[in-house]
């Protein structure tokens, strides 16, 4: 399972036929397309042929044109969240830059104020002493207001021992024998 974010709709080979279904799907753009093919055939020609299929072409070409961008705007905004570097800690306790398309189920980051979470996390501490942090939820859910999370209780209170000791020059680290 991997962290990496893609949010496109298409890609080289899907583009032109995903978009042309798209635009032929409602009733007036496959209508209009009926009439203009009805051109090609020489009993039901009313007019010049240009005035049925260079709107039908004009419509096509700039819808085309918008999803490409649109679709090139979302790979790069995937790509910048993607190559976003969080601090992980490592198995010997020491903090290193990882990728957020890199992050794994049981990586340990730390996310720093009025940053962006990369991924689905448990909070385990804070330097609030209570455990509590407010967060925004706008871009899974599209609430712009504020929601309070707390941080699991353990992580939370063992972690503030711990920087307590850590101030005062004694670190160590207690553990119970496994239990049968």
Known sequence: MTNKLNN???NLVTFVPVVLFNQFKFFYNLFFLLISLSQFVPALKVGYMFTYIAPLAFVLIITLVKEAVDDIQ???KDKTLNNKKYENIQLDGTWSMKESATLAVGDIIKVSQNERIPADCL?????????SVFIRTDQLDG?????LRKAVAVTQSAAGAAAELRRHGDWYLIANPPND
Not at 123 to 131: A, D, F, S, V
Not at 143 to 147: H, N, R, V, Y
């Open 8 to 10: 496109n709709k298409y």
């Open 143 to 147: 609430e712009t207001d504020w929601k």
């Open 74 to 76: 979302r790979f790069r």
């Open 123 to 131: 909070l385990l501490y804070t330097t609030e002493k209570n455990g």
